[in-house]
């Protein structure tokens, strides 16, 4: 698994040098543990809840050899990712009387919602689905052409207004157009603004009642993109999203470049949302269905 290579060799790889020459798992190998999963961004909360539970059996057997601690982590951090409930949406059956099912994109600028938004376009048109983009992300011109970039390579319409326009009435028009041509899915780029917290819940308020005017049920789902490689910021913004809006999904991209997959293990511990992709690189393939068993083979293989 290419993409995940580095995630493996810098995280765990770590805990491999750390109990090396050791034969039992002693303060020494928890403190070091302690400041590999920190400097993994698996995050403070989330570090001393998986230290905790490993003291807690430590003490329970009076003993752990080094090699019991690779498989204890293991159900440890099994135990703290989202559920595997992610359906893949290509393979989503969806039925005739909710059709077009609607995602919506949210996250701030430079995270990779409009290539997460490209490399989903491609695998679900290439399993037959038909798809329509909303370029809704409307305050910068480059939002927009990139959008509109990824639709001409894959082959989806694109529906923009161009810049400065209102991005509700940006999605209003993708939804009535998927409505119009009875297609399987909506797709809506949004802009990532944080300034205001009030503005960006004002703004995805305003996209979601117009949608609702075709589809009561619309947004289906509300993906919101981090970038796995920012560490504390991907928990902030997660932190500001979830107040602003509910989010049922999460993509977490650039993992593919950075020693700090633990975000991923800190994130679905601390907001319970199912990671549903994962973005490995830049490149249309480089978007994978989150798979939990997967994920934590590749830390530890
Ligand atoms: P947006 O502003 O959130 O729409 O972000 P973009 O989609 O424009 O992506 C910003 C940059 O991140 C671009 O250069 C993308 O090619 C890059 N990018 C997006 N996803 C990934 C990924 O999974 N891995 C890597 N290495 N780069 C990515």
Redesign the pocket.
């Known amino acids: 698994d290419k993409?995940l290579e580095k995630t493996k060799e810098n995280l765990f790889s770590k805990i491999g040098r750390a109990v090396a020459g050791k034969s039992k798992v002693d303060d020494e190998v928890l403190d070091e543990l302690e400041e590999i999963l920190i400097t993994s961004d698996v995050g403070v909360d989330t570090t001393v809840k998986i230290i905790q539970r490993i003291e807690e059996r430590v003490a329970q057997d009076k003993f752990m050899n080094t090699a019991e601690l690779d498989r204890i982590l293991r159900d440890e951090i099994a135990a703290l990712l989202s559920e595997n409930n992610t359906e893949d949406l290509a393979d989503f059956e969806i039925p005739e009387n909710h059709k077009p099912h609607v995602l919506l994109v949210v996250?701030?600028?430079?995270?990779?919602?409009?290539?997460?938004?490209?490399?989903l376009s491609a695998q679900f048109k290439a399993k037959g689905k038909s798809v329509v983009l909303g370029a809704a992300?409307t305050f910068?011109a480059?939002?927009v052409d990139?959008?509109k970039l990824w639709g001409e390579r894959v082959g989806v319409p694109v529906v923009s207004h161009g810049m400065n326009t209102d991005p509700s009435a940006v999605a209003y028009d993708a939804v009535k157009q998927g409505v119009d041509t009875g297609a399987d899915l909506v797709i809506i780029?949004t802009a990532?603004r944080l300034h205001t917290k009030v503005n960006l819940m004002n703004e995805l308020s305003k996209i979601k009642r117009v949608m609702q005017k075709f589809i009561p049920e619309a947004p289906h789902e509300i993906m919101l993109?981090l970038?796995?490689?920012t560490g504390q910021n991907a928990f902030i913004q997660a932190q500001e999203f979830t107040k602003a809006t509910e989010v049922s999904a999460l993509a977490i991209?650039?993992?593919?470049?950075t020693a700090k997959g633990g975000v991923v293990i800190g994130i679905s511990d601390q907001f319970k949302i199912p990671v549903k992709y994962?973005?490995?690189?830049?490149q249309v393939d480089?978007?994978q269905v989150f798979n939990k068993a997967e994920f934590v083979d590749s830390l530890f293989k």
């Open positions: 993409g996250g701030v600028n430079g995270v990779g919602k409009t290539t997460t938004i490209g490399k992300d910068r480059a939002a990139q959008l780029d990532g993109v970038d796995g490689s991209t650039k993992l593919d470049g994962i973005g490995v690189g830049e480089d978007l």
